[in-house]
């Protein structure tokens, strides 16, 4: 019965700290991990309703020795400017496809919130977190006057919530207590049907499969937080960020790493030539720099590590080098400036084909990165695969128009009967790759290669 459990929470709350001075705890009493855990299941259970959703509401509440009034600020329930709703018990969630499940004891009930409506402020790179995303949240609530409130058979308690990102530890009458955490289960909830799962075939095969706008984006986690350094996870081919939810799992979860990182993830159509899907990449980089810290007063933001696996390696790299006229050189001799081209395409042909490093990138990852090629884009299903690729209509036209300009004779034909995609790019002896491969990282960034045998 709901109102059995919010009394065996108030009883928890009361023996945990409803106690005088000289009747304070041991720390390491047997009893106060068995009333934690009272108390937590307990606040669960009694606000849970029939639907498996924890209420977070004001009102009165049932206790078989009296009542409860609770009371909650709406602010309690609003996180980066969005309104939480939704909230399930994080023990309720059964966990499937990440190899831990982390949870920090402590006191309260850990839930799992969804985002709503904006209604208020969101505070900088709050638009870029990831549309579907579950907040893990804990509840608390308050009694004052616990001892008093349950001999008279009355008692008032204020709700308070606290996501993950936001404190570990809280004050309750003078105690400094951990909060209770569960991550993981919100996590997998996010994932959980969600349609990213679809993007790594569909997104390969179709230019515009997410129709909300632009499929290459940026999309962070959390919030931006000064004085972290950002780690860009760049997934590869036939695949989506959704691959990268492990490492997630494992990162956001280490007390070392998330205290001084925070995650960030590309996603892009990976069936789009490389150096389209790179150009957007590095420009993506730089508008959200100067986005978040005009000013440049953050100086973990320069700090940038950029990890790539598989072909997200190749478009990594384009980060980190100065190409020059390179990749230009490879469509025509003539210079760019002397090529007419309508002013939209002059910037894409620009952005996709002119690297410079980026300032504020420290380190590049390669993880299986296919510098010199990889042999599955020699295989007959993958020039099968290539054919269904459906580029961008700003790709195609651009292609044409550099054909028609060409001095090349050979180039003009393969540009003109088949636009190369990133299947084509990723061929031993493409042109494309062997250019990328003979530009060196620069030397004020450090790069690192995970090659598995």
Same mark, same amino acid.
């Given at each position: 019965r709901k109102d059995q459990a919010l009394a065996a929470a108030? *009883?928890? *709350?009361?023996?945990?700290?409803?106690?005088?001075?000289?009747?304070?705890?041991?720390?390491?009493?047997? =009893? $106060?991990d068995v009333a934690r855990n009272v108390y937590n299941i307990g606040l669960t259970r009694g606000l849970t309703g029939p639907n498996g959703e924890v209420s977070l509401e004001s009102g009165v509440q049932p206790l078989p020795f009296g009542s409860l009034s609770i009371s909650i600020d709406p602010s309690q329930k609003v996180w980066? &400017? =969005?309104?939480?709703?939704?909230?399930?018990?994080?023990?309720?969630?059964? %966990? =499937?496809?990440?190899?831990?499940?982390?949870?920090?004891?402590?006191?309260?009930?850990?839930?799992?919130?969804? =985002?709503?409506? !904006? %209604?208020?402020?969101q505070p900088p790179g709050a638009a870029r977190v990831?549309?579907?995303?579950? +907040?893990?949240?804990?509840? $608390?609530?308050? #009694?004052?006057?616990?001892?008093?409130?349950?001999?008279?058979?009355? @008692?008032s308690g204020s709700l308070e919530t606290f996501a993950e990102d936001e404190r570990p530890t809280l004050e309750i009458e003078g105690h400094t207590i951990p909060l209770e955490r569960e991550t993981s289960s919100s996590l997998a909830y996010t994932l959980e049907g969600a349609p990213i799962w679809d993007f790594g075939l569909a997104g390969f095969r179709v230019g515009d499969f997410m129709t909300t706008g632009p499929v290459e984006k940026l999309y962070f986690l959390k919030p931006y937080r000064p004085g972290k350094i950002p780690l860009v996870l760049v997934h590869g081919t036939l695949s989506s960020p959704a691959t990268w939810a492990q490492v997630v799992n494992e990162l956001d979860n280490d007390?070392? $790493?998330?205290?001084? *990182?925070?995650?960030?993830?590309?996603? *892009?159509?990976? &069936?789009?030539?490389?150096?389209?899907?790179s150009g +957007? #990449?590095?420009?993506? @980089?730089?508008? %959200? $720099?100067e986005e978040l810290d005009p000013d440049g007063k953050d100086p973990a933001l320069r700090r940038m590590v950029v !990890?790539?696996?598989?072909?997200? &390696?190749?478009?990594?790299?384009? !980060?980190? +080098?100065?190409?020059?006229?390179?990749?230009?050189?490879?469509?025509?001799q003539r210079p760019f400036d002397e090529v007419k081209l309508d002013p939209k395409l002059r910037e894409l042909a620009k952005r996709s084909l002119f690297y410079e490093p980026l300032p504020f990138v420290e380190r590049v990852v390669f993880m299986s990165t296919p510098h010199g090629g990889s042999y599955l884009s020699d295989f007959a299903p993958a020039a099968w695969l290539s054919r269904l690729i459906k580029l961008p209509l700003s790709v195609t036209r651009l292609v044409v128009d550099l054909a028609s300009q060409s001095d090349d004779a050979d180039v003009r034909k393969k540009l003109t009967a088949h636009p190369p995609t990133s299947l084509d790019n990723m061929r031993a002896g493409n042109p494309f790759l062997e250019t990328l491969r003979t530009l060196p990282i620069d030397p004020h960034i450090k790069a690192h290669s995970i090659i598995p045998e």
């Open positions: 108030v *009883y928890a *709350y009361a023996f945990l700290f409803g106690r005088r001075p000289e009747d304070a705890l041991q720390p390491f009493d047997p =009893r $106060v980066a &400017g =969005r309104e939480l709703t939704k909230f399930l018990p994080a023990t309720s969630v059964q %966990v =499937r496809g990440l190899a831990n499940r982390y949870r920090q004891s402590g006191i309260g009930a850990p839930l799992s919130a969804t =985002r709503g409506e !904006v %209604v208020s402020a990831a549309p579907r995303l579950q +907040i893990p949240v804990t509840a $608390v609530l308050r #009694l004052p006057g616990v001892r008093a409130g349950i001999a008279e058979g009355s @008692l007390p070392i $790493v998330s205290s001084h *990182y925070q995650i960030w993830l590309f996603i *892009y159509n990976t &069936g789009n030539p490389i150096a389209y899907s +957007i #990449l590095t420009s993506s @980089l730089r508008e %959200v $720099v !990890v790539g696996h598989s072909q997200g &390696g190749l478009l990594t790299k384009t !980060v980190a +080098i100065h190409s020059g006229d390179a990749f230009w050189k490879q469509v025509t």
